[in-house]
């Protein structure tokens, strides 16, 4: 079945312990990005990646750090969590920028 | 910088009705522009995707339209379901950049 995964889909950490939420999807896309969604603010873009080895900023990219070592995983990385970081996640990938994007189920994580 | 906004907000319909709901961006360079269905606490669902060179993509009982010129594009659903209750979000992506979405239009369908 051709699908985004996300793990972990539940997530409760403290501020400044470092984590990572992997991402991974199994339809070959060169395009994969993250997003966060947050009452009142909707959908912000990260980070996304054109292909391996290729990141650029999104909207919000401050606080995370991303990396494209395989085709198929992007992983979001928080080096310092904080609280403002508590918020929805959602991975994303589709057939190059113009492509249909497929979203992941989401991870929720909160950091007190 | 893309800008997206979707108007209503919120739509409560009984069941049966057509409805429409609406996208406008600010960017006319547009590279396609996306619909997505979201239930609560859930994922999203992509519904529709129009490239800059399309007009209206179909799928079933949904119709979304794209005019480049004016910045809008619509989403039609015919014969609404309480099925079809649920967040609707549009976004627009520019060649090589980022995604942009919309807030979303909450939509309730009354049996």
């Known amino acids: 079945e051709a699908q985004v995964t996300q793990n972990p889909r539940y997530l409760i950490t403290v501020t400044g312990k470092k984590l990572t939420v992997t991402c991974s999807q199994n339809?070959?896309?060169?395009?994969m990005s993250w997003y966060r969604q947050d009452p009142g603010l909707g959908l912000r873009q990260i980070y996304y990646?054109?292909?391996?080895?290729?990141?650029d900023k999104g909207d919000v990219p401050e606080g995370y750090k991303v990396s494209r070592k395989e085709k198929r995983n992007f992983p979001l990385i928080l080096e310092s969590p904080s609280p403002n970081q508590t918020s929805l996640y959602f991975c994303?990938?589709?057939?190059?920028?113009?492509?249909?994007?497929?979203f992941g189920p989401g991870t929720r994580l909160t950091v007190t | 910088k893309q800008e997206v906004t979707q108007i209503p907000a919120a739509l409560s319909v009984p069941e049966g009705e057509n409805l429409v709901l609406n996208c406008s961006f600010t960017?006319?360079?547009?590279?396609?522009l996306q619909w997505f269905r979201q239930d609560p606490g859930k994922g999203l669902t992509s519904l529709l995707l129009i490239q800059s060179s399309q007009r209206e993509q179909t799928s079933g009982r949904l119709n979304a339209s794209l005019d480049k010129s004016s910045g809008r594009s619509t989403l039609y659903i015919a014969a609404s379901q309480p099925g079809d209750s649920a967040t609707y979000l549009c976004a627009g992506r520019r060649p090589g950049s980022d995604m942009r979405f919309g807030a979303g239009t909450r939509l309730t369908v009354k049996p």
């Open positions: 990646s054109m292909n391996v080895e290729v990141t």
């Open positions: 994303a990938s589709s057939f190059g920028a113009e492509g249909e994007q497929y």
């Open positions: 960017d006319s360079a547009i590279y396609n």
């Open positions: 339809m070959n896309h060169e395009y």
